[in-house]
């Protein structure tokens, strides 16, 4: 079905879509939309939705859920994700599978409501405790909104691990059309989980190894899904990149300024290409260092003072040079000022 | 004064000097003496402790204490931390100094209470919302536990941001000699600070900034001071390093046992170096960079499942290869497993 | 339906029947299994079970759901009660109808989890702050449990007022018959409610009323209800009190003893009645005044330090004289005793 | 010294004088100058001002401080206190000292920040869970704010029990001249304190009994001990009651108002008296019943719908016919209205 909608309440189509059954939360914007169609949309379905006390009660109440097997979710912004950090850190040592979603705004602190993507090594790198990665998937459309949520419940369940869908206050406000397919969503098994019944009382859910030879042979099993995820998961968007001579690299509602830029570079005659990472992490270091290798320069764009980068020169580790543009508290570049960049750097190439 | 001392009590004994006079926190093994040291400690000098109700409620009084101009502080481990996250965000974004001790212990989630290096992403990358960073130095010994912790006074005060002590339990709770000298700490004025008097009635401390364009001027002014920092603030130690062909890089604990390791390693005629990061962040790039120039090999080891070994990375950028030696789970290599990383890297080499 | 059931169950059983569709709570011993029973019943109806962080938080969401017209309620015991007293009041105030249930143990404090009848003033007299009565129902049995309960919906909604069920350890736990008929329950219209809809739009619910002449006018408002309550609603049972030279009073537990001592008593050609008030709020004063007019000597029995014996010699006014007998911390007098008090008093009498 | 100062200043004058030394709250009109008063001067004598997060918090931390034997207190306004009931009923079971005000407003629920005398119930009969009392004394002007503030201290530690100053927001707004004398504070041994040293580290304070015969025994203990206050502690004010055929009695405010209708009463021949209990735990029901033995009719007036004329009643026993005028919602009589009552009570009794 074809229909106009929010990029969050797309979210909670995706969601339901998924199968998710719990939603718990606590309103912040640019999120609160979420939370609205989530408290619309679950009982429909006969699911859950709870407005807690807290951040910091409902990431637990997703810890909870998860654990009991329900496809469940919860989505805030920054401050809101900031206080979710034990939990998300408890859900990943714990091996459960939840979905998060970050409707980043303007930070540190307070900040304002309008978009960045400052939350990057938040979430990406992991904001919380201990080694361990949430998986990262970012929209950069209202379509994506709903597909990555339902694809991000799917992989949280296969990797039995958060999946945080990373998008901004842009991408969550804007409305554009979207096309969904109503069908039953196949969930697996959870033989792991806890159910309150006779088969599942032996099951035990714990973030807690106290001998360290058992907490490092767990680190290694999570190590090992991890390395799993790295080879099979990484997700991005190659545009025009063969022959260029610059390579833009930018994600979610960056990525489609990006692609206008390059656009209109090449009718000046640019050689201008764009790569898109769609999962964060793992990030497609190899498609991106495959994507660069005959570019003379890489140039990251993002709404922050640069997090991304650190991950685009890791991969591209020394091999071409790599430069950033960053804007932030709000502030989204347009087309021209990124082409007015290209110009800047290309001209600096040939002088 | 020389003394024998643990080193969660010498960070308190530092704390004091430094003219610390406030500390907010929630007890947690391995970093519970700091608590009770600063109970002990702080209303001898007129001073206030205070066990909040919660993490999140600490790192809130700690915001409060740091904008009326007092040197304040709070400690915890990996799950307390987390819970901060979110005032650590607010504090960095208001410009306030203050000082954090995070002792590691094993994560992720409930985890145990053995020795990691697991925080790094979270203290070192920003494990909260939005554009910041904290200043992070990490001790190896009792006496740098009481030094770092001063330094980190002076340096959240110069930088108006907060300053982490990332330590682990082993070095939290091991006992040392102390050596400290009894001086009045010289405090900086605070003309900025909310005292409740009527100079400072127009003073505003805030992290919100609703217009887009204000904000990111609050970030671009933030930049400068972080790209300050980071021109004047790297500190680091190079042990050998000159004829290395293996160049070994740990921080905190870690550096004490590959800095044997290198003895050992030189008894046998292997030419080994130790680059040991004192400041996490601003990471010493510039310096490992130039030690690590006549290197075959960089060896990074640390107590996680691979952390600060992409900052060695985007040190090095490509020109060695830099390969990664992790425990965790609270397991702390010894020098002889070391030892043998090093004859087995070696003499891969030499084959 | 006839089956044995605990009487903490057959509290639930009988909310069930009484359309109640919601409990909010949290668990204490000995009224624990209202909640599991809870848990248990209210989905399978299609209603709310939720655990909540804290007693404040449950009465609270109590308060929301009677708000919005669902036969609401919640269980605890006496310190749950003494922290649900704010939002009692607030429901009060709203004039809310919902359910309240305390299982009484000993006290004050955290005493300990035997029968005690402690809580008669907190829950009688308003523990809470302002004028406002709840309606107070007091079982004996596990049957009453059930009956009273469902009577409690009743009244609740036919005043608009908080009604309690105030039984205690030994009501609670105890197992016994108990006849069910199964039938739909008869739910009022509730056109004053807020439930999201169009037509209830300009419902409004609250306990605030700023202007004195307003918040006195609606105080006068409540106390003609409670006037029209203590008119209509006293309930109470009178067993062999005609002749009675003694009259026995106690409620609860204590009335099953008594009515005991009374049986045991007449074999021995004493002349002792029993004054039963079933409801504690409205007093049954008028009808025990009747009772007692021509006995010697009221003698009450409580487990406590005697709190229900200030209204029995309210009711009684100097008529008769008043004795009290008392036992607490879990201690529940036995018929023997009673009999011995008896003796006691009407031996004084002669002699 | 003679000051002007108004009631809620008051308070914490008498409390610092009285060596009162933390203060724990949350504030809320119309008791919030008690707060501000105790941040202004606790610090100045090394006492402690604590804003908690709570009400529930507050009273907890009063309950620490009481147990390690320091004179704590706080206060609140109806709201406040009733969140307070679980925290009183712990430390009246744990036998500890304190004072808690609780500056009357309309109520129930949020009601508003006019003067009431509706908490009479929960303060006086107990709010709180199990068989305990709170002594409880009514100030009537701002002097006696202080005064009673002072007494209550002592009152506490005498009986080691809460000490509720039960005050209203018309006394607590009021500004009055204030005598104080400056003397250093005679404070009691507390040899069973828990003071964190070697002396005290077998000192036990709980509230916990978990045997019946242990609990019955502590609250006998505890019976005997109000039985003692009983018999010491009533105090009260009788003014021109040996002639009256009418006899006023009232609390408070409200006491105020009553002794200059007494004058005017006077002055228009009318034979009127007045009894004002200073003291509402203990009541002073022997003193009551003997002031009004020959009068023909009691009249009860509260800024309530009714809760002391219970202890009157109880007091009086059938011998005299009690009546009760109330105000509420912030409504205090006037002079001339409480006159019209005496016209008509007095000009029935002649018809």
């Known amino acids: 079905m074809r229909q106009l909608c929010k990029g969050n309440v797309a979210v909670m189509k995706g969601a339901v879509l998924a ?25 429909q379905v006969g699911g859950t939705f709870l407005q807690a006390e807290s951040e910091v009660a409902a990431i637990n109440m997703v810890y909870g859920a998860a654990a009991a097997g329900v496809r469940a979710m919860s989505a805030s912004s920054g401050p809101g994700l900031s206080l979710m950090q034990e939990g998300i850190s408890y859900i990943a040592g714990a091996e459960l599978p939840c979905v998060i979603v970050d409707v980043m705004r303007g930070g540190p602190g307070l900040g304002n409501i309008a978009p960045e993507q400052s939350d990057y090594f938040a979430m990406v790198k ?34 039995r691990n958060p999946a945080v869908v ?33 088969e599942t009382r032996k099951n035990l859910i714990a973030s807690i190894f106290l001998e360290p030879d058992q907490l490092e042979e767990h680190n290694h099993k999570m190590d090992e899904k991890y390395a799993r995820a790295q080879a ?31 656009e209109e570079a090449r009718k000046d005659g640019l050689r201008v290409g764009l790569f898109r990472p ?36 890791l991969a591209i580790n020394g091999k071409v040079p790599v430069e950033f543009y960053g804007r932030s508290g709000g502030n989204v570049p347009s087309v021209e000022e990124i082409h007015a960049q290209l110009v800047a750097h290309m001209g600096a190439k040939v002088s």
């Not at 199968?19 to 009982?43: D, W």
């Not at 196949?186 to 019944?197: D, N």
Request: glycine fraction near 6%.
């Open 232 to 262: 099979e998961e990484p997700r991005y968007e190659v545009f025009e990149a063969a022959d260029a001579e610059i390579l833009l690299v930018g994600y979610g509602i960056v990525s489609r300024v990006l692609r206008s830029a390059v």
């Open 166 to 198: 990373l998008t901004d206050a842009f991408v969550g406000q804007m409305i554009e059309p979207l096309d969904l397919e109503y069908a039953e969503a196949k969930l697996p098994e959870k033989p792991w989980a806890v159910k309150g019944t006779v």
């Open 278 to 313: 769609v999962t964060l992490w793992p990030f497609p270091s190899q498609a991106l260092a495959e994507a660069s290798a005959r570019a003379q320069k890489v140039l990251v764009v993002e709404l922050s003072s640069g997090q991304m980068v650190e991950d685009v020169r």
């Open 126 to 159: 992991g904001g919380g405790h201990g080694s361990y990665h949430n998986i990262v998937l970012a929209p950069a459309s209202v379509q994506e909104m709903a597909d990555f949520t339902m694809l991000a419940f799917e992989l949280a369940d296969l990797y």
């Open 19 to 43: 199968g998710c059954r719990a939603y718990y939360g606590y309103p912040i914007t640019p999120a609160s939309e979420i939370a609205e169609s989530a408290a619309l949309y679950l009982p």
